[in-house]
């Protein structure tokens, strides 16, 4: 099993739609979940943290339960400027003071006029 | 969130060369990151570089073939050494961004590596 799993992609949606990311990670010791969003030939850069409550920033939401080690990010009201990849992002801690980031392979969102 | 300058950010190399990828951050840092994010796939990490040791190498990688550098807490360098066409890919350095509660990663922009 990978350590980081998402949904395949791509997903297609018109405007307007709403549209909600999975992803499953293996390593039950990960302590950080985020959600980065990735554009075309870009860097990934942070979209949100998740936390075990759930939390909202504008059109998104994420959710994440420990026990079933599962991560989801829901997107309301998708904008055209939304589309980009969106990886799932898991951080553990590797000793010596150390964390480490483990990536899903990103799901791929096209939202079309 | 802290700032990286990253160079070059593209460069086309014959097989057998090497090359020398700088990040300069904003701001002193422990510890920063390498990363390889090869054409449709993730970003998987080459290694850990800490100022005053050596960098720690992930599973399948190599200090021989990918050098680091860490001199101080701001900088670092990654080199693809002795290049094959295998090493086409995107390379990116990585910092924990500590300003904030999210405590996130901030990347570089990425050096796109083409070896031919």
């Known amino acids: 099993r990978k350590e980081v799993e998402q949904d395949p992609g791509p997903f297609n949606v018109p405007e307007g739609a709403t549209v909600a990311f999975n992803c499953t990670y293996s390593?039950?010791?990960?302590?950080?979940f985020f959600w980065y969003r990735q554009d075309c030939r870009k860097e990934p850069k942070l979209l949100m943290s998740?936390?075990?409550s759930g939390n909202e920033d504008g059109r998104f939401t994420a959710q994440l339960n420990r026990a079933s080690q599962y991560i989801s990010l829901l997107i309301r009201d998708s904008k055209l400027s939304d589309s980009a990849t969106y990886l799932c992002?898991?951080?553990?801690?590797?000793?010596?003071?150390?964390?480490?980031?483990?990536f899903g392979k990103g799901t791929k969102l096209s939202v079309i006029p | 969130s802290a700032v990286i300058s990253q160079k070059p950010s593209r460069d086309i190399c014959q097989r057998g060369t090497s090359l020398t990828i700088q990040c300069q951050v904003d701001?002193?840092?422990?510890?920063m990151f390498w990363y390889r994010q090869q054409p449709g796939q993730s970003l998987t990490l080459i290694a850990t570089?800490?100022?005053?040791?050596?960098?720690?190498?992930e599973s399948g990688f190599v200090i021989d073939k990918f050098p680091i550098s860490r001199p101080n807490l701001t900088f670092s360098t990654l080199t693809v050494s002795n290049m094959s066409p295998e090493d086409s890919s995107i390379y990116l350095c990585?910092?924990?961004?500590?300003?904030?509660?999210?405590?996130?990663?901030?990347f570089g922009s990425g050096t796109r590596l083409t070896v031919v």
């Open positions: 990585s910092v924990e961004d500590r300003g904030g509660t999210s405590r996130g990663y901030t």
């Open positions: 390593n039950s010791a990960s302590q950080s």
């Open positions: 998740v936390y075990s």
């Open positions: 992002v898991v951080n553990k801690y590797s000793g010596a003071g150390s964390y480490q980031l483990t």
């Open positions: 701001s002193q840092v422990t510890m």
């Open positions: 570089a800490n100022q005053g040791s050596e960098a720690t190498y």
